[in-house]
């Protein structure tokens, strides 16, 4: 059975830069991004909460008829062109997804208020209808916290290599949210297939990034094989 979408659209554009209240509190940083909390923030505290910080955010009934689950899920945009995703199950925030080109959060500063974490992973992938058109990022793991930090990387394509150059000063493009865990619970909350056959693929792909966990020694570039050698058209460190 496929996925079906019902958008109710409500009316909502932040006003004041978004990233300056991620680590507005010393006790739980990201975590209280607007007074929003992964599991604790029931739907309706979420929705007077969009609706008082957005010009814009649109709220959709999502239906996995095979799961035979029902999730809301949210979306607003600011101002500055942040983009928010917010996944509810229940009745409660199960993962929330801030992304776009407008944080200016380094990974120095990520690394200087959350601390280093040895579980890290530099990831390059290509698209099954252009092998040659590749994107690289860097996402830092933080389970216990529940966070997951990317940060775009620039790349360069070699001779059966890709190089990925990474800085303490590249900037974050992509958080999320999800319930603390092991690193093996928090990679399974990110997965969110919408079909059951999307599945496998989602499971492969988690581990083939748990195997690929490691801290970073030290800021610089690394290069990766090309073609990837996994056919899941990612290729790890």
């Given amino acids: 059975m496929g996925l079906a979408c019902i958008p109710i659209i409500q009316s909502f554009i932040r006003k004041t830069p978004t990233d ?8 739980c940083h990201i975590a209280c991004w607007n007074d929003l909390v992964v599991g604790q923030t029931d739907l309706d505290t979420l929705r007077t909460s969009l609706k008082n910080k957005f010009n814009h955010f649109e709220e959709m009934d999502t239906y996995k008829s095979t799961w035979k689950l029902g999730t809301k899920s949210f979306e607003a945009q600011s101002d500055d062109g942040m983009q928010v995703h917010i996944d509810t199950l229940g ?51 933080y389970p216990d916290k529940g966070y997951v930090i990317s940060a775009a990387l620039p790349s360069k394509l070699l001779e059966y290599q890709v190089e990925t150059c990474i800085s303490d000063n590249d900037l974050v493009n992509n958080i999320i949210v999800v319930e603390p865990g092991s690193i093996d619970q928090v990679l399974m909350r990110l997965g969110n297939p919408s079909n059951p056959n999307d599945i496998y693929s989602e499971d ?4 083939y990034i748990l195997n690929a966990l490691k801290p970073l020694q030290k800021f610089g570039c690394f290069k990766m094989p090309f073609p990837p050698s996994s056919d899941l058209m990612m290729q790890t460190w």
């Fill in 20 to 27: 300056s209240q991620l680590f507005q509190s010393d006790s």
């Fill in 91 to 141: 009745n409660s925030i199960n993962k929330i997804n801030l992304f776009g080109n407008q944080f200016s959060l380094s990974l120095n500063n990520v690394i200087a208020k959350l601390g280093s974490t040895k579980y890290i992973a530099i990831i390059y992938y290509t698209t099954s209808n252009d092998k040659m058109t590749i994107w690289s990022e860097v996402t830092f793991y």
């Fill in 204 to 207: 492969r792909s988690r581990k």
